[in-house]
């Protein structure tokens, strides 16, 4: 089973490069959860090394 912090981390980063900064708080309010910053981390961190 994947981890869905795989798809939300960059998900909402992609909010700040397409539309600018202050977003990303909205987009997991829509979705009813409170940010994993570790994971967002990481996973934002393998993205960039990919």
Do not use: C, H
């Amino acid at each position: 089973m994947a981890d869905r912090w795989a798809d939300l981390a960059v998900a909402a980063w992609s909010l700040s490069w397409n539309f600018g900064p202050g977003l990303e708080g909205a987009f997991f309010d829509a979705y009813e959860i409170t940010p994993n910053n570790e994971k967002i981390t990481f996973y934002r961190l393998l993205w960039q090394l990919s």
